[in-house]
């Protein structure tokens, strides 16, 4: 429970090793506990859209924290091809540019956030109008009225579910739509989540899943009691 508050609580959560040593136990057990409460949460999601829903999408950088990809290459390279692409803090010191912008490096997350309070956050696999459409299928009521950047991946699920969808084209114009209609509050969860997600300098991408449910449950505020009967 200790470790569930600290997880949950107002303030940001604690690393493992300074929890762990507050709690007197070893770095790894609080570790595994971790991972328990956030296999725990993962599975606990019930959102239900409504009214004005907003969609974006936010990007993470891969991470393969733990991997033993470059050791097992550099022990036995003929059995271990190299990895593709080099570790992030190498680029640097071998002089080769870091790449920019979106690549296929940036993972991206989809985030659905209504006006009622709802929220969720996905990662999904690709930007594809495909997996767009079916990210948001389960999530959007016949009657919700949908914003959303120009992505076609919106419009065109708009248009085969038809529902209303306003386009905001840019953060400072509307373009003409009432003000009501905005992706303001996706921008500000964007924003939230990169606070939150910092201090674990990368997480590796095959924990992130349980990280994006971990944000969602803090942003909600979800009482630890509540968490622990859900696990």
Not at 30 to 58: H, K, P, Q
Not at 178 to 193: F, K, M, V, W
Not at 199 to 217: E, H, M, Q, S, V
Request: hydrophobic content about 40%; some cysteine.
């Amino acid at each position: 429970m200790e470790v569930l508050r600290d997880m949950m609580g107002d303030a940001p959560p604690s690393p493992v090793r300074r929890l762990a040593n507050a709690l007197g136990l070893n770095k790894y057990t609080v570790w595994r506990w971790r991972m328990i409460i956030l296999d725990g949460l993962s599975g606990s999601s019930s959102e239900a859209f409504a009214g004005i829903m907003e969609a974006d999408e936010t990007f993470q950088r891969e991470s393969r924290k733990g991997s033993r990809e470059w050791v097992k290459h550099l022990r036995d390279p003929a059995h271990h091809a190299a990895p593709p692409r080099l570790r992030w803090y190498e680029y640097e010191k071998k002089g080769v540019p870091m790449m920019r912008g979106l690549s296929r490096w940036q993972l991206p997350i989809l985030t659905l956030v209504d006006r009622n309070g709802a929220r969720r956050a996905e990662r999904i696999p690709n930007r594809r109008d495909k997996t767009i459409e079916a990210a948001l299928a389960p999530f959007v009521a016949p009657d919700v009225v949908l914003c959303s950047d120009k992505f076609s991946g919106y419009r065109n699920f708009a248009a085969s579910r038809q529902i209303t969808h306003f386009e905001i084209k840019s953060k400072t114009a509307s373009s003409g739509n009432p003000s009501a209609y905005h992706i303001q509050n996706t921008n500000s969860l964007h924003q939230l989540y990169k606070t939150f997600i910092r201090p674990f300098r990368g997480p590796a991408t095959k924990y992130l899943d349980r990280y994006i449910c971990w944000f969602i449950a803090r942003s909600l505020k979800r009482d630890p009691i509540e968490v622990f009967r859900a696990i």
